[in-house]
């Protein structure tokens, strides 16, 4: 996973971190300009994602609404849980790292 280089902030190994296979996707699809639920996901949490060092390009404007009509195509029933869900692996991944970072 790439980290942003300087600023002299650790990086943090990802693997086995909750939710780390689909916010490194997340941040292949960014950079690539991908509109993706990953991408989506890693665009609401890329203020937070870059304090933690990760290398975030420019993330999509509004991801919260583009995530949860992107979920709505699926079944606008099931749209509103599937967010909820992916927002706390969001949370989750970005709380786990941050204590990785920390023990580094």
């Given amino acids: 996973m790439r ?4 600023d002299n902030i650790v ?11 689909l916010v490194e996707e997340g941040l ?14 890693v665009s609401i949490g890329a203020p937070r994602l870059r304090l933690l060092g990760f290398e975030v390009p420019a993330a999509f404007p509004r991801a919260e609404e583009r995530l949860y009509a992107l979920l ?6 099931a749209a509103h849980g599937r967010y909820n869900a992916l927002v ?6 970005e709380r786990a790292a941050a204590v990785r970072r920390r023990a580094a």
């Fill in 11 to 21: 990086p943090v190994e990802t693997e086995g971190l909750p939710g780390a296979d």
């Fill in 88 to 93: 706390r692996t969001l949370v989750s991944f």
């Fill in 28 to 41: 292949a699809d960014v950079s690539r300009g991908v509109e993706s639920v990953p991408s989506l996901l």
């Fill in 72 to 77: 709505g195509r699926d079944g606008a029933d």
């Fill in 3 to 6: 980290h942003r280089s300087g």
